[in-house]
């Protein structure tokens, strides 16, 4: 959980329009009432659940949150009659065999059934599964156009960009930065691709989590006098191939990954 050092922090997270569809008179009031205990953040109904998540310590809410992310999740499985798994081949980039769909999802098969049933030969998680369907479900599309974009450029991204880049480009740095082999295993693991540096980066790699969403990871060495960085782009046809709050999932789902890969060669991770 990330914590909140004040009312203004929590004023920040909010939407600001004071629309009382929390019951009090304005969103600065609610800050307030979260700040002193008096009222939980998930009582505002215009916050996006990942922040709600990120922020909040309550147990109960955790338990509901975790209770709300299964239910939409059947949600979506249960949508999947809806769509014409075989016409969603094109769509999608995925293949159609014995009433499944599968796609590549770095690089490995995940597939849906008409019944909604997925399979795959990685683990399924939320972060996966959530994104996965809304693609196939709702994803326009569109063939990358290789204009990279920044998270906060994509439609409804700017206000969630602070967190995204707290749960997704700064965990992924600090993974980097002690990691040295990090960007060479994600190639080979994950079947992604070095590419030409792009932003005058040191290194630049391309994931595919779906195959209609590239996502580009540039990072630059620390230099003197200067700390490294590390940030991450997507095509500019990503916010119409798939909803914002899928994309965070999928860049806060590959930082926590990446880790768990660090911890596991052994690194040391201050997380
Ligand atoms: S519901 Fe959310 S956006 Fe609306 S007034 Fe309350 S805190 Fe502000």
């Not at 209770?67 to 995925?94: C, H, M, P, W, Y």
């Not at 990685?122 to 990279?148: E, Q, R, S």
């Amino acid at each position: 959980m990330i914590k909140l050092q004040n009312a203004m922090a929590i004023f920040k997270l909010l939407d600001k329009s004071n629309c009382r569809q929390c019951g009090e008179k304005t969103c600065m009031a609610f800050a307030g009432a979260v700040f002193t205990g008096r009222r939980p953040l998930s009582e505002c109904p215009s916050l996006d659940r990942h922040i709600i998540d990120a922020y909040s310590d309550d147990p109960q809410n955790r338990h509901d949150l975790e209770r709300n992310r299964d239910d939409f999740l059947e949600g979506l499985k249960n949508q999947i009659n809806s769509v014409d798994l075989k016409a969603a081949t094109g769509r999608t980039g995925g293949r159609y065999e014995n009433d499944r769909l599968t796609i590549k999802v770095m690089g490995k098969d995940f597939s849906v059934t008409t019944a909604g049933v997925l399979s795959t030969d990685i683990h399924v998680n939320p972060w996966v599964a959530v994104p996965f369907l809304n693609y196939v479900l709702y994803g326009k599309g569109l063939d990358p156009t290789g204009d990279w974009r920044s998270f906060r450029e994509l439609k409804g991204g700017r206000e969630q960009y602070p967190l995204f880049q707290k749960r997704c480009e700064e965990q992924m740095k600090q993974v980097a930065d002690s990691y040295t082999e990090l960007f060479d295993d994600i190639v080979h693991i994950f079947s992604g691709k070095q590419v030409d540096s792009q932003f005058q980066s040191d290194i630049s790699v391309v994931l595919y989590p779906l195959p209609k969403l590239p996502i580009m990871v540039c990072y630059w060495l620390p230099e003197e006098g200067m700390e490294s960085s590390l940030n991450v782009f997507f095509d500019q046809t990503a916010d119409r191939n798939l909803d914002i709050g899928s994309i965070f999932s999928l860049g806060a789902g590959l930082a926590q990954m990446f880790t768990r890969l660090a911890l596991r060669h052994g690194y040391a991770m201050t997380l």
